[in-house]
């Protein structure tokens, strides 16, 4: 469960054509990253697979089912924001078990699910704090756990690190490939970062003005890059 295939995907806002056509196959339980310079398309691509914009033209299929018009809850697919987009006034148990409690799940359920997120995320001590008595980690941290207490099939990360600063964007680069290593969900993370991509991905797709010049391994991107555009934001030699 969790392949999403994009399929002759094109996207414009009013006369201006962001996506002039993508086409990607991503395999479930594989960690990609969309990189490229700021402006490119990403957030807007990943935007149309969560279901947040509606394509100009193209498909999306996730497990083969097509959902390119379905609405973004059917898709199984939690997104991760740059902004952690925390509810200020609520606890971090709250924040957490949002989500469920839209669904309408038990108190029961609530509270189980809620144990095992915060304990795998190490949140247990925080439970009852507000998002302001916490660090930028610990909120990175209770975003990952409202959107993994669902159990989606993927996740959809846009740029969740930027707002960090150098040491703690390391350390939680690490914690959401844990997170992909113990879940073995599949993952689409954004960003305009080389070294994040090429240090976190399975399979990169380098996107420049809409499109996806190559879709590869970090060392087949570095090896073979397709063009100079790839070369040079990849730093390889060619
Ligand atoms: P990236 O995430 O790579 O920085 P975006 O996908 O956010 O790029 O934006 C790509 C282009 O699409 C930009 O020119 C941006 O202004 C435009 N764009 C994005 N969202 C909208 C929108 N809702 N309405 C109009 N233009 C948009
Ligand atoms: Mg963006």
Known sequence: MGSIKIEGLKKSFGNQVVIPGADLEIENGEFVVFVGP????????????????????????????DVTHAAPARRKLAMV?????????????????????????????????????????DLLPYLERRP?????????????????????????????LSNLDAALRVSMRKEILDLHGRLRSTMIYVTHDQVEAMTMADRIAVMNAGRVEQFDTPLELYRNPANLFVAGFIGSPK
């Open 38 to 65: 700021s402006g490119c398309g990403k957030s807007t691509l990943l935007r149309v697979v969560a279901g947040l914009e509606e394509p100009t033209a193209g498909r999306i299929l996730i497990d083969g089912q």
């Open 81 to 121: 924001f740059q902004s952690y987009a925390l509810y200020p006034h609520m606890t971090v148990q709250q924040n957490i078990a949002f989500p469920l409690k839209m669904a309408g799940a038990s108190a029961d359920l609530i509270k189980t699910r809620v144990h095992e997120v915060a304990k795998s995320l």
């Open 132 to 160: 302001r008595a916490l660090s930028g980690g610990q909120r990175q941290r209770v975003a990952i756990g409202r959107a993994i207490i669902r159990q989606p099939t993927g996740f959809l990360f846009d740029e969740p």
